[in-house]
């Protein structure tokens, strides 16, 4: 191989990994239909990796969703809304933290850690035989 196609073939996966780590950042917007939200899963990759997660932001919606991965066909959908004081927590890792007093839940929105002592926005969800991941968006428990 040739130095050039080197560099080129490094600098390619480089930049592969680099643009999967900033998946992270990417927020999808999503509007609910008839409070739902339908979801492709096979638009949606990162759902089949264990651990894996989306941050959604239905319209007109001030906070994010995160969906993440629960298991085979089995997933959560979370409201990104901190029950402690209404800060925005990040998902990191096998676990969802509140970056303003440490508050720590589980990927299925269970507290773990205090100040919070309510578990995060739940939102109910199916698998359609097609594939497509339900989210019902009005009816958070």
Do not use: W
């Not at 096998?94 to 839940?105: A, E």
């Not at 269970?110 to 919070?116: D, E, F, H, I, R």
């Amino acid at each position: 191989m040739r130095r050039r196609e080197f560099v080129e073939l490094a600098a390619g996966a480089v930049g592969a990994a680099t643009l999967s780590g900033c998946a992270a950042f990417v927020v999808t917007p999503v509007t609910p239909v008839n409070g739902e939200i339908r979801l492709p899963l096979r638009n949606y990759p990162q759902l089949e990796e264990p651990g894996g997660y989306v941050k959604l932001r239905p319209a007109g919606a001030q906070s994010m969703i995160y969906v993440v991965a629960a298991g085979p066909r089995r997933y959560a959908a979370l409201s990104s809304v901190c029950t402690h004081l209404q800060c925005t927590v990040n998902v990191e890792g096998r676990q969802i933290r509140c970056p303003c007093h440490g508050s720590t839940f589980d990927r299925e929105g269970n507290v773990l850690q205090g100040p919070a002592t309510q578990p995060l926005a739940r939102y109910a969800t199916s698998v359609t035989a097609g594939g497509e991941l339900v989210i019902r968006y009005v009816q958070a428990r």
